[in-house]
């Protein structure tokens, strides 16, 4: 169900755990948002809004739940990939999101007044105690063709894995900064992320570097206000994996 809706019309969301409900009122412009856990029938938010003509409901990053802890994913993968020096591969894995409502404003502003999730939450440590990312935790698996993804759960990377080191190496699990990460959908519930380059270095360290959308027409995701205000520079901007590939 991703997409903008008219939130000045009552609306009514189903996704496989959640219901999001919206009421409007025409006399004072305000609008009741709910959410409900389907299958616990339980009222999970109740907000009044004044001000608010649009719904958005986007993918988003699957760091804010409960609260946010982290801005990195860990991806790890069950069926680890092993390149030549110099060798290159291009294939497929998933990451997991979450899912965001948004309001937005007469102005065009819109604000974030939920996430929730319809996956399992779990987070790691990548790298040591002092000085390591704490990372939102991901088993997945290396596609060499393009795989159903979960919807509402996962969103689709494309991704290229590049040996530049003199010695054969073997790739487990990728580090994902949400600072560079950008999400895209196409409605009513596919996901994508931009195309991912993880250069390997040597046996211990990597770089994953974030490129441009490998879906057309899709549409870029709002993001979060803690990270709208973040502007990466023109160069090519990565994430270092200085503790293990």
Same mark, same amino acid.
């Given at each position: ?8 019309? !009552?609306? *009514? ?5 959640? /219901?999001?409900?919206?009421?409007? %009122? !025409? ?12 299958? =616990? ?32 994913? #860990? ?11 110099? =060798?290159?591969? =291009? ?6 999101? !979450? ?6 404003? @007469? %102005? ?5 007044? %939920? ?10 440590? @990548?790298? +040591? ?49 949400? /600072? ?30 974030? *490129?441009?959308?490998?879906? +057309?027409?899709?549409?870029?995701? #709002? /993001?979060?206000?803690?990270?709208? =205000? ?5 160069? #090519?901007?990565?994430?270092?994996? /200085?503790?293990?590939?």
């Amino acid at each position: 169900m991703y997409g903008i809706y008219d939130a000045t019309n !009552d609306l *009514s969301l189903e996704f496989p755990s959640n /219901k999001v409900i919206v009421k409007y %009122d !025409d006399k004072s412009g305000i609008m009741e948002y709910r959410r409900i856990h389907k299958n =616990e029938g339980k009222l999970i938010i109740n907000k009044v809004i004044s001000g608010g003509i649009r719904l958005h409901i986007n993918p988003i990053y699957p760091i804010l739940l409960p609260i946010c802890i982290a801005r990195h994913i #860990l991806v790890v993968l069950e069926n680890p990939v092993t390149l030549a020096p110099n =060798e290159i591969i =291009e294939g497929y894995i998933t990451i997991p999101i !979450d899912i965001a409502s948004y309001v937005e404003e @007469y %102005d065009g502003a819109a604000t974030l007044v %939920d996430v929730f999730n319809e996956g399992k939450i779990k987070y790691t440590l @990548y790298g +040591p105690l002092e000085g390591g990312h704490l990372a939102r935790y991901y088993k997945t698996r290396f596609y060499l063709h393009e795989p159903r993804v979960k919807p509402f759960i996962e969103a689709l990377a494309k991704v290229a894995i590049i040996n530049r080191s003199a010695y054969w190496i073997t790739l487990s699990r990728i580090l994902i900064d949400c /600072k560079y990460l950008k999400l895209y959908y196409d409605p009513p519930y596919n996901a994508y992320t931009q195309y991912l380059e993880i250069i390997v270095t040597s046996r211990r360290y990597a770089k994953v570097i974030y *490129s441009s959308p490998f879906k +057309p027409a899709v549409i870029e995701a #709002l /993001k979060p206000s803690i990270f709208r =205000e973040f502007k990466p520079s023109l160069k #090519l901007h990565g994430t270092l994996m /200085k503790w293990g590939v």
